[in-house]
Nanobody, 127 residues
Framework: QVKLVESGGGLVQAGGSLRLSCAAS????????MAWFRQAPGTEREFVAG????????YYADSVKGRFTISRNNAENTVYLQMTSLKPEDTAVYYC????????????????????WGQGTQVTVSS
């Protein structure tokens, strides 16, 4: 079982930056693929960024490529999402997710492919 806790959300003006953190429990953290998703009111949860296990190869949704950076610190059981050049359309609840599969270097972009979820953190970007 993995418990995920997000933090770092808030209100920011367009063009600003935020860094989200996701703290994970469990000694196997470094073996799991991790990802960030987001969900705005009235919409489906959508993939934002993912990172493979261990040293982590990153991949992104086209809508955030070049603006967001996902990274992981396995020693601290934490995954981050650095968000820059934020836009009002980035407003959503952001969720951290983990896939219960060891040592996978594949990219997983669908929410159904993840087994563990955090409670979410609100990001609001004002125009």
């Amino acid at each position: 079982q993995v418990k995920l806790v997000e933090s770092g959300g808030g209100l920011v003006q367009a063009g600003g930056s935020l860094r989200l953190s996701c703290a994970a429990s469990g000694r196997a953290f470094s073996r799991y693929p991790m990802a960030w998703f987001r969900q705005a009111p009235g919409t489906e949860r959508e993939f934002v960024a993912g990172i493979t296990w261990s040293v982590g190869s990153a991949y992104y949704a086209d809508s955030v490529k070049g603006r967001f950076t996902i990274s992981r610190n396995n020693a601290e059981n934490t995954v981050y999402l650095q968000m820059t050049s934020l836009k009002p359309e980035d407003t959503a609840v952001y969720y951290c997710a983990a896939r219960d599969q060891y040592y996978s270097s594949s990219a997983y972009r669908k929410s159904i492919e993840y087994d563990y979820w955090g409670q979410g953190t609100q990001v609001t970007v004002s125009s």
